[in-house]
């Protein structure tokens, strides 16, 4: 039994550590190409071949889609966490904006409440306003330098949210590969459009112009990069749980902080450094309250 939980957070670690690689290669292609560009690229790859996976492992019936207005949530909530979080990466520190966007555990409680009708309790409170505080830290010279777009990656937390909703509303539904064929096919009809509504903004960092084989081979790994997380992060899941698994994301921080550090000469001080650990321990704290809810409870 140790050796297999072992086995699983080695598989855990594994797999936030590409997503986090992902993102690093998101951030390479700065000023090259818009992100939501670069997020509907990747999502076209990665639907495509997870689409002829499902279709060789299931055929047709696994493209049944069951609770499709769930489903249309979940898609937009990927499309919009994605194409926040990428433009994120390309404007401001690469692990300041990871950071942040580790709100989303608490935004999730949040929304489970007003929109699922969950009891919100005590600890969601607490957890909520000492991220947000921890978010304010972060924030602090991101917001200075770059003003109002460095609130990007609350976006991104708020668009993970709506995906975690979703995951519960439709749990059950389909097979673990079904379930992320049906939420890629809607992130990427939802990306194409905000892709095409930022062309035609007219923000010259939004315009889509011809990529170069670089941007076209960088999007396409971060695809095969992404996907492959996924499927490390289910396999450690099923061989130990979600509970055992949940700390292990903040591996990924660790990596945005040491890409950011090692690639862009990013240098983080004390104080971002502070609230990125307030942030991480409001996370901590739910999860862990979670747990002692979820036990069974003895008898006197």
Not at 76 to 96: D, H, K, L, N, R
Not at 103 to 119: I, K, N
Not at 161 to 169: T, Y
Not at 224 to 239: E, F, K, Q
């Amino acid at each position: 039994m140790r050796n297999k939980t072992r086995d699983a957070l080695l598989l855990a670690i594994g797999g936030f550590a590409l997503l986090s690689t992902g993102d690093t290669l998101v951030k390479t292609m700065a000023g090259q190409w818009p992100g939501p560009a670069i997020a509907s690229l990747r999502y076209v790859v990665g639907t495509l071949g997870l689409g002829a996976l499902l279709l060789q492992r299931e055929g047709l019936a696994g493209f049944r889609i069951e609770r499709a207005g769930w489903h249309a949530v979940r898609g937009f909530g990927v499309a919009f966490s994605a194409t926040t979080f990428f433009s994120a990466v390309q404007i401001m520190p690469f692990a300041a904006a990871t950071a942040i966007s580790f709100t989303s555990p608490m935004v999730t409680a949040l929304l489970a409440a007003l929109l699922l009708g969950e009891p919100l309790r005590r600890e969601t409170w607490i957890a909520s306003i000492a991220a947000f505080a921890g978010v304010v830290i972060v924030l602090r010279p991101n917001f200075a330098a770059i003003g109002p777009a460095a609130v990007l990656p609350m976006f991104s937390a708020l668009g993970m949210s709506l995906l975690m909703i979703g995951n519960r509303a439709v749990q059950g539904r389909g097979s673990a590969l079904a379930m992320q064929v049906n939420v890629a096919i809607f992130a990427t009809l939802f990306l194409l459009l905000f892709t095409l509504a930022g062309h035609f903004s007219g923000i010259p960092m939004l315009h889509v112009g011809m990529p170069s084989w670089s941007v076209v081979a960088r999007s396409a790994a971060i695809a095969i990069t992404g996907s492959s997380a996924h499927a490390l992060i289910y396999m450690a899941t099923s061989r130990a749980g979600a509970a055992t698994i949940a700390p292990m994301t903040y591996f990924q921080l660790i990596m945005a902080g040491f890409y950011g550090w090692l690639l862009f000469h990013e240098h983080p001080d004390l104080t971002a450094l502070g609230g990125a650990a307030i942030i991480m321990a409001a996370g901590l704290y739910l999860w862990r309250a979670g747990r002692v809810t979820d036990e069974p409870q003895g008898t006197d």
